[in-house]
């Protein structure tokens, strides 16, 4: 295993620190909901209904999988992929924040109890550094072009929140949830089929 290669999947890392991010966000905001909009379920027609009153903020979450290579086994490698890069630019235009979470993290028991967690600023353009090493000692390292990339305590995400959030109805939030789809994977229409597969972001409805 000369490659770093994951040893879990998004959605177990999403199981893990969407919990955090939410304790965070309580801290602040009244209501946190994070969602993973099916456009039939919290996109539905009974959804539109029963929220047509409500008005929230949101911020997205892309959960990143630690990758491990035996060559380097006291580094954690992170990697952001394109489709990552774009629909983190799509939600700026649209004022949803989108940042990344990886636990640090080099096995199943240390998801256990609140792993300590870099959150990623992702407003960077494909052609520059995607691919970065995490080194452990006692305590983490990390390189300077991924340092500059962090939110750095829970009040830079408040502070991200309260300066690019625009607030949102029902109906403008699912638009702005196929819009955010559609870009990450470059189309230039949407379609049902472009919500499946690929990455999606985890959102936090916010009021």
């Known amino acids: 295993m000369s490659k770093a290669t994951s040893f879990i999947g998004e959605h177990t890392v999403g199981l893990t620190i969407v919990p955090i991010l939410k304790s965070i966000l309580e801290k602040e905001f009244t ?14 027609s009974i959804s539109k209904l029963i929220h047509k009153h409500d008005e929230f903020k949101i911020i997205g979450l892309y ?4 990758k ?29 924040p989108i940042i990344g979470g990886l636990p640090l993290v080099r096995n199943l028991w240390e998801l256990s109890n609140k792993p300590e967690c870099l ?10 550094q995607i691919e970065y090493e995490i080194t452990f000692n006692k305590n983490y390292h990390l390189e300077k072009s991924l340092s ?9 995400i408040i502070q991200l929140i309260r300066e690019t959030a625009k607030t949102f109805n029902i109906v403008e939030a699912i638009e702005a949830f196929r819009k955010i789809k559609t870009g990450s994977m470059n189309l230039d229409f949407y379609s049902s089929f472009a919500y499946m597969g ?8 916010l009021k």
């Open 63 to 66: 959960p990143r999988r630690p």
């Open 31 to 44: 209501f946190v909901v994070p969602i993973f909009p099916w456009m039939t379920r919290e996109g539905g």
């Open 148 to 156: 500059i990339r962090t939110l750095k305590s829970e009040a830079e």
């Open 198 to 205: 690929g990455y999606k972001p985890v959102y936090f409805l």
């Open 68 to 96: 491990l290579s035996t060559l380097k086994p006291d580094s954690v490698i992170l990697k952001i992929s394109s489709q990552i890069i774009f629909g983190a630019k799509g939600g700026k235009s649209l004022g949803i």
């Open 119 to 128: 959150w990623l600023k992702l407003d960077l353009n494909e052609d520059e």
